[in-house]
Nanobody, 125 residues
């Protein structure tokens, strides 16, 4: 059973930075996809970034490209999202997600079977 636990959210002023962490367990090594999603009030859950567990290939949504960095640490079983130059539009609940059985990674919520409980990020302008 894959379990995911996020941490690191908080409140920050526009232009600031935060790092989110996601501790995962029960993960089959060698394949699969890990991702960050976010959901703002009144909006649908959207993909932020994803990384392939094995080859570390990454993909970012255009809205966060060049500002966010997704990293996974297989030794610590952790996933990170480094967020820089934060904007008010980045305010949302952030979720990490895993698709352990996938060989090809996408950034659609329906592709991910396991989810964390979420961590709130609030950016004030």
């Amino acid at each position: 059973q894959v379990q995911l636990v996020e941490s690191g959210g908080g409140s920050v002023q526009a232009g600031g930075s935060l790092r989110l962490s996601c501790a995962f367990s029960g993960y089959t090594p060698g394949r699969g996809c890990l991702a960050w999603f976010r959901e703002a009030p009144g909006k649908e859950r959207e993909g932020v970034a994803r990384v392939h567990y094995l080859n570390t290939a990454t993909y970012y949504d255009d809205s966060v490209k060049d500002r966010f960095l997704i990293l996974r640490d297989t030794a610590k079983n952790e996933l990170y999202l480094h967020m820089n130059k934060l904007q008010a539009e980045d305010t949302a609940m952030y979720y990490c997600a895993a698709a352990p059985e996938s060989w090809v990674c996408y950034l659609q919520p329906r592709e991910y079977s396991y989810w964390g409980q979420g961590t709130q990020v609030t950016v004030s302008s």
